[in-house]
């Protein structure tokens, strides 16, 4: 799967570059001695954000293969991959 949109693209490129700040800032945290409680509220904020991208991503992917008239995938194959990815 590719993304078409060049919107979509750099949507999703924002996003995990957030991502990646996010984790070095954990980093940071780990090589500081930080609380441990301060290290994993972060962490569990990394867990989300890429929660977030994962099901950007999962929606362009949808959205293109509903949308396209040509795409061999049929509804039902795009709905048991999304959920199982999910699961």
Do not use: F, N, W
């Not at 090589?31 to 991503?57: F, K, N, W």
Request: aromatic residues 2%; hydrophobic residues 40%; proline residues 2%.
């Amino acid at each position: 799967m590719d993304i078409h949109s060049p919107q979509a693209r750099e949507r999703i490129r924002k996003r995990l570059r957030r991502i990646e700040g996010q984790v070095r800032g954990v980093a940071r945290m780990v090589e500081a001695g930080r609380d441990c409680r301060e290290i994993v509220q972060q962490l569990t904020a990394v867990r989300a954000a890429v929660q977030r991208a994962t099901l950007d991503v999962m929606r362009t992917y949808a959205s293109q293969c509903l949308s396209d008239p040509a795409s061999t995938v049929s509804h039902e194959e795009l709905l048991d991959y999304l959920l199982r990815t999910l699961g």
